[in-house]
């Protein structure tokens, strides 16, 4: 396993489960600039093993990671949605 951001995977579940509530575009760039948005806000968590990410992840189900995961994407989706790409 070559090392990896974990709050990448993170975001990105979280990201797709927050967009259910939107009705804002929905296009690649703009998921990719909600992604983009929220992880430079939060602080990456690299692993290299599998342990590792096992690890990392349920470190990022604690309760003020949580809140603080969600809080990132909701304010990248909705800087993103009040300016979104034209496709």
């Known amino acids: ?4 951001n974990v709050m990448e995977a993170v975001v ?3 990201l797709e ?3 259910e ?3 804002c575009c929905k296009c690649e760039k703009c998921i990719d600039d909600m992604m983009a948005m929220a992880l430079n806000t939060l602080k990456p968590k690299y692993v290299n093993s599998v342990k590792g990410e ?3 992840r ?3 189900t604690k309760y003020q990671n949580t809140i603080d995961i969600d809080v ?3 304010k990248a989706i909705e800087t993103v ?3 979104p790409h034209i496709n």
Request: net charge negative; charged share 30%; glycine share 0%.
């Open 21 to 23: 509530d939107f009705d």
């Open 54 to 56: 096992l690890f990392s």
């Open 58 to 60: 349920i470190d990022t």
């Open 17 to 19: 489960k927050l967009l």
């Open 81 to 83: 949605s009040a300016s």
């Open 12 to 14: 990105e579940e979280r």
């Open 72 to 74: 990132a994407v909701t």
């Open 1 to 4: 396993m070559s090392v990896v």
